[in-house]
């Protein structure tokens, strides 16, 4: 069985600060890793996206990658009371097909 | 069109009615999944289409039947359903490239009675 693993939360943090969001996966082979945000009673939404050891950065979001760890991390900086929503680790397995962790819910706080 | 479409948004079934789930997409992209989420938790997949071909299947029940028309249109058609079966139901589409996320649609809320 090929996992991807979160802390469900709620991660709670104040207006303003960053929101460190952590995810580790089981199958040494995955070569892509998906980060998904869902409002409650809506589909998932797609934040960003990583392949390469590394960080990448687009706006407030930071995607850090550590594949000897097997390690998916999301930084949320400045965070919003908008950013609360449960954010879904994907891992792409056989066939294309998306494992997904069973997501962190995070409240940012006014 | 960046968009995938699925109607209806909401659904109401009995349990002897046959209904279908419909999806569509116009951005080129040859790989077509449904999923299945329960409240308050993460999707699940359910089938796999890859250039029209069912390249899986997540050992669903039979009463669960997908279509892929062409390459824009992917259906999921619903016969015998169980109360359990209640949940969104999301289409999504991707290139088949490993740098490349899913576009998900909004989903199809389904209540069986």
């Known amino acids: 069985q090929k996992e991807v693993e979160q802390n469900s939360g709620p991660l709670s943090v104040p207006e303003g600060a960053i929101a460190s969001l952590n995810c580790t996966y089981s199958d040494r082979g995955s070569q892509s890793f998906f980060w998904y945000r869902q409002y409650s009673g809506k589909s998932p939404e797609l934040i960003m996206f990583?392949?390469?050891?590394g960080d990448k950065e687009d706006g407030r979001f930071t995607a850090q990658l550590n594949k000897a760890s097997q390690y998916v991390s999301l930084l949320i900086r400045d965070s919003q009371p908008s950013d609360s929503a449960t954010y879904l680790c994907?891992?792409?397995?056989?066939?294309?097909?998306?494992?997904f962790g069973k997501g962190t819910s995070l409240l940012v706080t006014p | 069109d960046t968009e995938v479409t699925q109607t209806p948004k909401h659904l109401v079934m009995g349990m002897t009615n046959k209904k279908s789930l419909k999806c569509e997409q116009h951005m080129g992209h040859r790989a077509m999944y449904w999923y299945k989420q329960k409240a308050k938790k993460p999707p699940e997949l359910m089938f796999v289409y890859s250039y029209e071909k069912l390249s899986i299947n997540e050992s669903v029940p039979s009463r669960f039947s997908p279509e892929c028309p062409n390459s824009s249109l992917l259906n999921l058609h619903l016969h015998a359903l169980q109360p359990e079966d209640s949940a969104l139901y999301l289409c999504?589409?991707?290139?088949?490239?490993?740098?490349?996320?899913?576009?998900f649609g909004s989903g199809t809320r389904l209540t069986v009675v």
């Open positions: 999504a589409s991707s290139q088949e490239r490993k740098d490349y996320g899913y576009t």
């Open positions: 990583i392949y390469s050891n």
């Open positions: 994907a891992v792409v397995g056989s066939g294309y097909a998306l494992n």
